[in-house]
């Protein structure tokens, strides 16, 4: 369509943002995988033409060249990663590939494929067939919704264990076609772009079903109704649908947070990045990348102390996250150690971005270790540090 070529034209500055989101990530992940001489898959399911008109590089470039640079400069014997692109559309696949064939790299394997279906099932494969322990980052960046499907999600998880997903969740695209299905004339704000994004085609019904797979269930119905009859506002809504599919993300993965990325100059939000993953130490880095994009990208953030949502941070918002800490706290086993890490990112995931994660510590965790309620494993470790993740607690039990 005219619409996404016009896209590729030149790098908006939302997309500028969601690649500094990825490749801030990319740099700790690749090191940690290259370090453990795992096989290493990287899969972009929606991979475009590899360079802007501009220029500038696109998602598979940048993935490539920092995973390049890392072997270059820090294992350059690890020989063991492969990856995986789709690109439906034939001339964009063509670029693609020269762009990615005439620039030397050190991945092991490369490949592109018609279909983001075809990728994901040649991933699978991959990971059925290795005898090596295997860990897979899906990076999935639709040109808007049509192409989401839930049950993509539960594929990866329930054949790659160690797996991430960064994931592109337009959620405005996603009201608007609710909207249209569902003969919502509800109160679209001004300052929302929907973008030049694939329509859906079909009877309502069809286009019903449709929003069924991408969200996983019929249970947006409810919410949209709640808007048609005017108890929701257009934000509370898209907060409301954006929450529940994180939370049945999470019955997936253990850590999920959800990131809007709004337009600049605005706190218009464009859409979502929903980060999923197993392990602590990937859902802290991915907080702590987005406190620093969020701070880069609006330097006068600090002044109005908000979350990444925009909810004032302060007396009420604090109580929430000390609140959630005290549930997390009351449901540590006694006597057994639990790293520090795995207590911070349990709680990034129930109450979102708000603080950089030793400032969690400071904040909110500290207490239970001053009211004598958790205590250091290692009574020599540093009392104050609240940045090394690595740090076991103990739960008391209360008057031993």
């Known amino acids: 369509m005219k619409q996404d070529r016009k896209f590729f034209v030149e790098k908006k500055s939302w997309s500028k943002t969601k690649d500094d989101l990825l490749s801030a990530y990319l740099v700790p992940y690749f090191a940690k995988i290259s370090m453990r001489a795992e096989k290493l898959i990287y899969f972009d399911g929606f991979s475009g033409p590899g360079l802007f008109h501009d ?8 993935a490539l060249g920092i ?6 400069e820090h294992n350059p014997r690890y020989n063991d990663a492969a990856f995986f692109f789709s690109e439906k559309k034939a001339d964009y696949r063509a670029s693609l590939e020269e762009a990615i064939g005439t620039r030397m790299h050190a991945a092991s394997e490369t490949a592109v494929f018609a279909s983001y279906e075809e990728n994901l099932a040649a991933v699978v494969d991959a990971a059925r067939t290795t005898s ?3 860990s897979a980052f899906f990076y999935i960046d639709p040109f808007g919704i049509i192409d989401l499907d839930f049950g993509h999600i539960k594929t990866i998880r329930n054949n790659i264990t160690s797996s991430e997903i960064l994931l592109n969740f337009c959620s405005p695209g996603l009201l608007r076609e609710m909207f249209c299905v569902k003969k919502i004339n509800g109160m679209v704000p001004k300052d929302v772009e929907y973008g030049n994004e694939m329509r859906f085609e079909g009877s309502d019904e ?11 269930g019929n249970w947006w119905l409810e919410m949209a109704q709640s808007h048609k009859s005017g108890t929701d506002n257009y934000w509370d809504l898209e907060k409301a649908i954006s929450d529940r599919y994180r939370q049945n993300a999470a019955n997936l993965y253990t850590y999920v947070i959800s990131m809007p990325i709004t337009i600049p100059g605005s ?34 953030s600090s002044l109005f102390d908000e979350d990444i949502d925009g909810e004032l941070l302060g007396s009420s918002r604090d109580d929430e996250i000390q609140q959630t800490a005290e549930k997390l706290v009351a449901t540590m086993p006694f006597d057994r150690k639990i790293q520090l890490g795995v207590i911070i990112a349990k709680l990034i ?7 950089r994660s030793s400032e969690l510590g400071k904040r909110f965790i500290a207490p239970f270790e001053h009211d004598g309620v958790i205590q250091r494993a290692d009574p020599h470790a540093n009392s104050s540090s609240w940045s090394n993740n690595r740090i076991e607690f103990i739960r008391r039990r209360m008057g031993s």
């Open 55 to 62: 220029g500038s590089s696109g998602s598979p470039l940048i």
């Open 67 to 72: 995973y390049d640079k890392h072997v270059k």
């Open 132 to 134: 090596k322990h295997l």
């Open 206 to 216: 069809q286009r019903t079903l449709r929003l069924d797979r991408i969200l996983g």
């Open 267 to 300: 706190k218009t939000l464009k859409y979502r990045m929903m980060h999923m993953t197993n392990h602590p130490d990937g859902c802290i880095t991915m907080n702590d990348n987005m406190i620093v994009r969020k701070r880069h990208h609006n330097p006068q």
């Open 349 to 355: 995931s129930a109450t979102g971005v708000t603080y």
